[in-house]
């Protein structure tokens, strides 16, 4: 597919299920999208390592990690925890990024009344950090 698309997104569900190990395989670059919850962190974690020693021994396919929905953006707690959070995946080699994308009080207004939050203020700025990250992979 690559001469003829830039980009080819194939979404998954979440898991260590056939389809999505398979996409892992096929892949150039690995975004895994996680909500900011121990258990969704150490998983995450956890399904890296295995997917890797056992379908890519001795690669470092690169692996971008987007928290996504941090609740409380600037406060102390939620920024320890994603310093925690950070360390543990940073620790799996294939790792290359991790951005967090928050969700405050008025974007869950915002988005509970139907407004459209992708294509303005800080919400849009976050995800234009994504695509700027993402253009040094490629």
């Known amino acids: 597919l690559s001469p003829?698309?830039?980009?080819?997104?194939?979404?998954?569900?979440?898991?260590?299920?056939?389809i999505a190990i398979s996409n892992l395989?096929?892949?150039?670059?690995?975004?895994?999208?996680?909500?900011?919850?121990?258990y969704a962190v150490f998983g995450t974690k956890s399904m890296l390592e295995d997917?890797?020693?056992?379908t890519k021994p001795g690669t470092l396919l690169p692996c971008l990690i987007v928290l996504n929905q941090v609740p409380c953006p600037g406060s102390r707690q939620m920024e320890a925890r994603e310093e925690k959070w950070k360390r543990l995946l940073a620790s799996v080699p294939q790792v290359k990024d991790f951005l967090v994308v928050p969700f405050s009080q008025e974007t869950a207004l915002d988005v509970a009344l139907g407004k459209m939050v992708f294509?303005?203020?800080?919400?849009?700025?976050?995800?234009?950090?994504i695509y700027r990250r993402l253009d040094q992979f490629f």
Do not use: C, M
Not at 25 to 38: F, G, K, M, N
């Open 25 to 38: 395989i096929l892949s150039h670059l690995v975004i895994v999208v996680l909500r900011p919850t121990d």
């Open 119 to 129: 294509s303005q203020g800080d919400f849009k700025d976050h995800i234009d950090t």
């Open 51 to 54: 997917v890797y020693q056992k």
């Open 4 to 18: 003829h698309y830039d980009y080819v997104l194939l979404d998954t569900a979440p898991g260590r299920n056939f």
